[in-house]
């Protein structure tokens, strides 16, 4: 993490000792006062442990979360409250990322690590600029899986997979995939908040120099990935320690630890793929379509991101 120094996380916090703040951004949604899951037993949901898919929900604003994923997340907001503003800009990226994709001529697109659904979804922003897209959601939350169930798979030329990235073999054989996905044609990788989760025993390079084998030219990934460097841009950048040691404490409790990396760890993870310009950079920066935020904020947007195409 980068920015002021922040306090850490207090050992003893319990959910009892916060309400869910007001964080004056607009809402995503609507979401019901749940959540109010079907199609699982309780033994297959495990809610014992924070999951990030469900504390990302919650930075989100969203109410698709456990009382250990908000007590799990509020620990992370304390030591890092821009964390929140990080995940908007996340999420804005995304957008801006398939509508590229999508302009460039791509109709497939295979959402990987997807998160609750959050409106408007992956489907939405591709098929806002071409109807004909088909879009395959995969994340290993069950939880997940419920929710796309009601919110995503409803629409046609859609589907999900309750899968995990780091068997990608398994999630490109799957009989959803291969219904809906010709590996003739080109198809888009979105990794988006995902990479982080995994250790580099788990080698996260590989994963996608599986996933890149079995696309044709003309295919693409979107990548983002949280870091704890300072933003380059703002002189008084730095590390915090603290909130780091913080942010990385809680996600040890988690379903998936946190594995921040550096840019020059983040490029060479898009491995086949040519970036495209401006490369990868802080999220915001990548061809915004609106106001560019200023070098602090850059600094308090913990996320790289960027595109890249196979030729």
């Known amino acids: 993490m980068s920015g002021q120094q922040l306090p850490p996380g207090r050992p003893d916090f319990e959910a009892a000792d916060f309400e869910i703040p007001d964080s004056g951004l607009p809402d995503f949604g609507p979401y019901p006062p749940g959540p109010e899951h079907t199609g699982f037993t309780a033994e297959e949901i495990d809610t014992s442990r924070p999951h990030p898919a469900r504390m990302y929900d919650y930075y989100l604003g969203g109410w698709d979360n456990y009382e250990v994923d908000r007590v799990a997340a509020e620990r992370v907001i304390e030591v890092h409250p821009q964390v929140r503003l990080s995940a908007r800009a ?10 590229t994709v999508v302009d460039a001529g791509v109709r497939q697109l295979i959402d990987l690590g997807t998160g609750i ?3 408007p979804n992956t489907h939405e922003v591709a098929r806002e600029a071409a109807p004909d897209c088909r879009v395959v959601y ?16 409803n629409a046609a030329q859609t589907g999900f997979v309750l899968g995990d990235v780091r068997d990608p073999k398994a999630v490109l054989d799957h009989p959803v995939v291969r219904e809906l996905i010709d590996f003739d044609e080109p198809v888009a990788l979105l990794l988006v908040a995902v990479l982080h989760f995994l250790r580099d025993a788990e080698d996260p390079a590989g994963v996608i120099a599986t996933l890149a084998e079995a696309l044709p030219a003309g295919s693409h990934l979107v990548l983002t990935h949280a870091t704890d460097e300072p933003y380059e841009g703002y002189p008084g950048g730095r590390t915090d320690e603290v909130a780091r040691a913080g942010v990385e404490d809680v996600y040890k409790s988690a379903t998936a630890s946190l594995n921040l990396r550096s ?14 310009d401006p490369g990868v950079v802080r999220v915001p920066l990548w ?5 560019v935020p200023d070098a602090e904020e850059l600094n308090n947007t913990v996320f790289y991101g960027g595109v890249g195409r196979k030729d």
Request: aromatic share 6%; proline share 12%.
């Open 90 to 99: 996340n999420r804005a990226f995304l957008r801006r990322a398939v509508r």
């Open 117 to 119: 659904p959050t409106s």
């Open 138 to 153: 995969v994340d290993n939350d069950p939880i997940v899986a419920t929710h796309a169930g009601a919110r995503l798979t």
């Open 263 to 276: 840019k020059a760890g983040i490029e060479p993870l898009f491995g086949p793929f040519t970036l495209l």
């Open 287 to 291: 061809r915004p379509d609106g106001p």
